[in-house]
Nanobody, 124 residues
């Protein structure tokens, strides 16, 4: 059974940083593409960043230059570094994955596997 589990959320002041982790299990970790999404209460889920099977990354304009997606030394961990956090940065962050296909942070429907999310709170 494929499982994704996020961790690393918490409370920070505006301008602060966090590193979110996505622990993956239950599959072979080959030919996977990855994504991070976020969602504020009452709003639609928003794509943040993605990494394709070749390790190339893309970011939403709202986080470009502030967030960074990366793969851990152990292949079953993905990270999202959040820097220069703003109070308006939405609160619940999810990781997502797909094996053997195309996926993009611009479309949540391209991902098959999802974590349950980790909460990020930013105070002004």
């Amino acid at each position: 059974e494929v499982q994704l589990r996020e961790s690393g959320g918490g409370s920070v002041q505006a301008g602060g940083s966090l590193r979110l982790s996505c622990q993956a299990s239950g599959f072979s970790f080959r030919d996977f593409c990855w994504g991070w999404f976020r969602q504020a209460p009452g709003k639609e889920r928003e794509g943040v960043a993605d990494m394709d099977t070749e390790g190339r990354t893309k970011y939403a304009d709202s986080v470009k230059g502030r967030f960074a997606i990366s793969e851990g030394d152990e292949k079953h961990i993905m990270y999202l570094e959040l820097n220069s956090l703003k109070p308006e940065d939405p609160t619940l962050y999810f990781c997502a994955a797909l094996q053997y296909g195309y996926c993009s942070h611009t479309s949540a429907s391209t991902y098959r596997y999802w974590g349950r999310g980790t909460q990020v709170n930013v105070s002004s």
